[in-house]
């Protein structure tokens, strides 16, 4: 079940986190997986390697997600490439937190260029190929607080918030072509974007979480996996909850 054998894959920011374990999650699957990364070559490299090495396919592709037309010319690259992109993961996200009185235009600006614009540009450029095909899958990478809320997260909660309406919104513009939308809103997951919490904080999230743990980048990744597997067929336009029962 959930077998991606012969689909092409992108995950945006896939070379550490949450994406990393998407395309890993992908490629096992049978996907080959092309990561994107903006700073990170290195890193994407050793992801597209590790996956070769267990006998998958992948490959790297850098790219800014808040350039669009970098966006355009890099999914036009792929396509070329690979004859088509049958999946997309747009998981490339940045959090810039602080109480609303000392939020920066500035901040509020890149955190949308690139959690929503970067997000919506990424499925505009990927369509093309998959409503050729009759077939596609987009994955928004959205959050727990998108629905919820957080102190101190205005701008990342409502860049995550924006995320449902253009996928509920491209669900149906596309449900004809057979691609479906869908998003994946992670609750508390342990990486790099977490990892500046303090461990008094972290305890304290612990506690509102039912299933009693933080998240794995394996739960995010499994939940990519079946959104965009032929079983999810029939899934469109849903926000998919991995979370530990935090928000319900
Ligand atoms: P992370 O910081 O480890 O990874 C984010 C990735 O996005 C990085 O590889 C980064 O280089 C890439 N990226 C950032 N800006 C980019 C740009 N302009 N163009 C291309 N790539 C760019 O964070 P993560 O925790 O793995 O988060 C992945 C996604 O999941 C994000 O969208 C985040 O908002 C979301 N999320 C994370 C959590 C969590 O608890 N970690 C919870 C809910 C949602």
Redesign the pocket.
């Known amino acids: 079940m959930f077998r991606l054998d012969g689909k092409i894959a992108l995950v945006?920011?896939?070379?550490?986190?949450?994406?990393?374990?998407c395309c890993e999650a992908l490629a096992e699957q049978g996907a080959t997986v092309v990561v994107?990364?903006?700073?990170?070559e290195t890193?994407?490299r050793e992801v597209a390697e590790g996956i070769a090495a267990r006998g998958g396919k992948a490959d790297v592709s850098g790219?800014?997600?808040?350039?669009t037309k970098a966006v355009d010319a890099a999914v036009d690259g792929i396509v070329k490439a690979h004859g088509k992109v049958d999946i997309l993961v747009?998981?490339?996200?940045?959090?810039i937190d602080g109480l609303l009185l000392r939020l920066k235009d500035d901040d509020l600006e890149r955190l949308f260029?690139?959690?929503v614009r970067?997000?919506i540009v990424s499925a505009r450029a990927c369509s093309k190929s998959m409503m050729r095909s009759r077939w596609g899958r987009v994955i928004f990478?959205?959050?727990?607080?998108?629905e919820m809320g957080n102190v101190g997260q205005t701008a990342?909660a409502a860049?995550?918030a924006a995320l449902l309406g253009a996928a509920k919104s491209i669900a149906r513009e596309y449900a004809s072509r057979n691609v479906t939308v869908n998003v994946?809103?992670?609750?508390?997951?342990?990486?790099?974007?977490?990892s500046t919490m303090s461990a008094e904080m972290k305890e304290q999230l612990a506690k509102l979480i039912p299933l009693g743990r933080?998240?794995a980048?394996r739960d995010?990744a499994a939940a990519c996996a079946y959104l965009a597997s032929d079983e999810a067929g029939y899934v469109t336009g849903q926000v998919l909850r991995v979370?530990g029962g935090m928000y319900v």
Do not use: C, L, Q
Request: net charge neutral; charged share 15%; aromatic share 6%.
């Open positions: 945006t920011g896939g070379s550490r986190g949450i994406g990393r374990a994107n990364y903006v700073k990170g890193a994407a790219f800014d997600v808040a350039d747009a998981n490339a996200g940045i959090s260029a690139t959690n970067g997000a990478m959205s959050s727990v607080v998108g990342y860049s995550k994946v809103a992670p609750g508390f997951i342990d990486t790099d974007m977490t933080t998240g980048v995010i979370n």
